[in-house]
């Protein structure tokens, strides 16, 4: 990969999904808080391209309160994980993830799913 874009503002966030509306086969992953339950998605990748990937930051650790703090690409992730439903999509641990995207931004990306890796995935070298 060529180019990294790390996005952590509302106006990098309307780029990324200007830049999406004509690809159809995107990759998605999430960065969560942990593996529970109540785990809260603190960022998620996006890529389109074989050179280019996007970063979207949701949250950002501050030091002197010692929590997590909503950046304002969270409350607009919302719209964009909506237009990801009806696209092609590539996951990892897709069940993971679609399950973190619906819990914390209540949109439902299983039914997109195109291709999930994990499944792909070679038992005989998975330690």
């Known amino acids: 990969m060529q180019n990294l874009v ?11 999904n200007q830049y ?3 690809k159809d086969l995107i990759s998605v992953d999430t960065e969560t808080t942990g593996l529970s339950k109540d785990a809260q998605v603190i960022g998620y990748s996006v890529c389109a391209e074989d050179n280019v990937g996007f970063y979207v930051v949701t949250t950002t650790w501050n030091a002197a309160t010692d929590q997590l703090e909503r950046l304002p690409t969270h409350d ?4 964009f994980f909506q237009k990801l439903v009806g696209k092609s999509l590539i996951m990892h641990n897709a069940v993971f993830d679609c399950e973190k995207i619906r819990i914390n931004y209540g949109v439902e990306l299983m039914p997109s799913l195109h291709t999930d890796t994990m499944a792909l995935a070679d038992r005989k070298s998975v330690v």
């Not at 790390?6 to 990324?16: G, Q, R, S």
């Not at 607009?76 to 719209?79: D, E, F, G, Q, R």
């Open 6 to 16: 790390v996005i952590k503002t509302a106006e990098d966030l309307e780029t990324l």
């Open 20 to 22: 999406l509306v004509d």
């Open 76 to 79: 607009l992730s919302t719209n």
